[in-house]
């Protein structure tokens, strides 16, 4: 009887190629093939290391078509490994379906550790990691965008959120709307890279220097937002919430009291009016 291949999930460098780990190159040496995001930019990886594999693209637009092939190339035999474009695969990245898959016909899957850029930008925060919520990239549209973060205004745990070079000035001026211009924020900018940033301080002060450095909006980034405080943090955070949502429906000085009444937030903090 045939005895079933291992499907490897195997993390790449998020910048520094000399972040791939022995065992993670060794892993993508011995494999039979390689499910890769975008074979284009894991072929240029592989050949910086000399490694000559064939490439199985695997994006979010083909991957409940492919999962049952590769789960039956894995029952033949072949040991494949899943890789994104950078970091470890399925954090913000495709493959949970292949590896879901996979363990529902009682195959082996194996992780390969290595980078991820949640929790590089963590590791170097100074924000408190015991507890951290990862929420990837906010809605595109910014009703969305804004409706998400007001439900997350008074979560106490730290929050970790992706966003792109072209949304990132929005999305800070949601930031200091949703969680206050006084929240503890780090960005990290270019992780691993050579342009590597990491700004930190309330979110006002990180949201200009953005503003005013072009620089400083370019690359891909890591926002790392501090909780909630369990007292009074919460209360404001979540006064806002409601206000936010009732204004949709009440004038705003109504809104902001019925906000207050209801959280036990300041009045004052929700609404500056009369």
Known sequence: MQTPGTLHVVATPIGNLADLSPRALDTLRTVDAICAEDTRHTRQLLAHFGVEKPLIALHQHNEDAQAGQLVARLREGQSLALVSDAGTPLVSDPGFR??????????????????????????????????????GFLPAKAGARRERLSQLAAETRTLIFYESAHRIEETLADFAAAFGPQRPLVLARELTKLFET??????????????????????????????????????????????????????????????????GAPRKALYGGE
């Open 98 to 135: 292949l590896v879901r898959a996979a363990r529902e016909a009682g195959l082996r899957v194996s992780p390969v550790p290595g980078p991820c850029a949640a929790i590089a930008a963590l590791s170097v925060a100074g924000i408190a990691s015991d507890r951290f919520v990862f929420e």
């Open 198 to 263: 990491v700004l930190d301080g309330p979110v006002e002060r990180v949201r200009e220097v953005v503003g005013a450095d072009a620089n400083q909006r370019r690359g891909e980034f890591v926002l790392i937002v501090e909780g909630a405080g369990e007292d009074a943090d919460a209360r404001i955070a979540e006064g806002r919430r409601l206000y936010a949502r009732l204004c949709e429906y009440l004038k705003p000085s109504q809104a902001a009291k019925l906000a207050a009444e209801l959280s």
